[in-house]
């Protein structure tokens, strides 16, 4: 398997813009989590899906943030407009476990500069 | 307020040295503990998970213990090597719920 797959690898985009990240998760596991990291912060936890379903979503930051999963195979986390402050790497993981403790699989991530 | 903290924040030993990475929690009730590597410019990698009834796990040279009452992880990496620098992120698992607590990692650099 190829692993969690994050496009695209790198985002230059200008405050006020959309912004979209795109995730595919690896084929099988039920759960897709959706993190940012920052060098102030850490990684936080977004929102993660289960079985396409968001489950928990109490870690996006604001309404300018969404994200979806359509399928089992695509989720997308968007954000519009975008700001200066949302400059971050952000990843995608995913898991086949059962729990959200299961071993998560994170993607390369997708390093956002909004300028 | 439910919390991670790992110390140091970043570390720098000669190649084949010992180290060790501490993290102290607030998390209660509590789960599990899961300690990541994450390499310059890549997502985490898990190294292991310990659960409240666990005390000591082992992957390869890494060491992972863990002190429930306390509520103090470690992570002891033996005869560090090149590719050992990395950070290292402590993750906590709330008993209830569905929130995983995150520290802010260590920054681990080996020299040769």
């Known amino acids: 398997d190829a692993g969690v797959i994050q496009s695209p690898r790198h985002e230059v985009t200008e405050m006020g813009q959309e912004v979209t990240l795109r995730c595919k998760p690896i084929?099988?596991?039920?759960?897709l989590f959706w993190y940012r990291q920052t060098m102030m912060r850490g990684l936080e936890l977004l929102i993660y899906?289960?079985?396409?379903?968001?489950?928990?979503d109490s870690g996006m930051p604001e309404d300018r943030f969404s994200a979806k999963m359509p399928n089992a195979s695509f989720s997308t986390l968007k954000i519009q407009p975008s700001e200066p402050r949302d400059s971050a790497v952000y990843f995608c993981?995913?898991?086949?476990?059962?729990?959200?403790?299961?071993?998560?699989?994170f993607g390369p991530g997708t390093r956002l500069t909004v300028l | 307020k439910n919390q991670v903290e790992q110390s140091p924040q970043s570390l720098i030993i000669l190649e084949g040295k010992n180290c060790t990475l501490q993290?102290?929690?607030?998390?209660?009730?509590?789960?599990?503990l899961r300690w990541y590597k994450q390499d310059t410019g890549r997502g985490p990698v898990s190294l292991t998970i310990?659960?409240?009834?666990?005390n000591t796990k082992s992957n390869g040279r890494y060491t992972a213990t863990l002190d429930a009452d306390t509520k103090q992880s470690s992570l002891h990496i033996t005869a560090s090597q090149l590719s050992d620098s990395a950070s290292y992120i402590c993750?906590?698992?709330?008993?209830?719920?569905?929130?995983?607590?995150f520290g802010k990692g260590t920054t681990l650099s080996v020299s040769s």
């Open positions: 310990m659960t409240f009834s666990e």
């Open positions: 993750v906590v698992r709330k008993l209830q719920g569905t929130a995983l607590i």
């Open positions: 993981a995913s898991s086949e476990g059962r729990d959200i403790s299961d071993t998560q699989y």
């Open positions: 993290c102290n929690y607030t998390v209660s009730p509590f789960s599990n």
């Open positions: 084929s099988g596991h039920d759960y």
């Open positions: 899906f289960n079985n396409n379903v968001p489950i928990d």
